[in-house]
């Protein structure tokens, strides 16, 4: 994970950017989709603060920390931040726990073919909220039902690990 350090007010030392690199590299054990994080410290009226960043895709999580001195500052926003990653991957995982496949045999279409069809609940969301839960269900693609159109829509991962989104239209009939 990329880390941006910015000081106001103070001189960033070697040793205080290893120490915020290794506090905020225990945060990669929660959430291993994390891009990059911004951490900012400053000093304000005898107290420094430490402010915490982390993106990730689709999501944002921010934190700020105030203490007497700045390397127990930046402890409690290691702290905060672990703890928000840690409750939002619980969270993921309990929403995915409910949604559970239920595999229906269906006779095949030739008697050359056979298959299963999978009837599964679609959830509407926005492509964002999509393309997080397929990465964290470890899927290729996820149908699930746009909130803005109102339409079922498929987003999937392509060979060169970019997303993709397939919108279903309809052939006009003539």
Known sequence: ???????KQLKITPALRDYVQQKMGKAQKYFDHIVWGQVFLFVEKRAHKAEVIVHAPGQTFRVIATAADLYSAIDLASDKIDAQLKKHKERVKV???????EIVPEAPVS??????????????????????????????????LDRDTDQIQVVFRRSDESFGIIHPVRKNKR
Do not use: C, D, W
């Open 1 to 7: 994970m990329e880390i941006q350090l910015t000081a």
């Open 95 to 101: 929403r995915h726990k409910s949604k559970v496949s």
């Open 111 to 144: 008697e050359n073919a056979s298959f299963s069809v999978v009837r599964q609940l679609v959830s509407a969301m926005t492509p964002q909220r999509a393309v997080e839960e397929m990465e964290s269900s470890g899927h290729q693609f996820l149908a699930y």
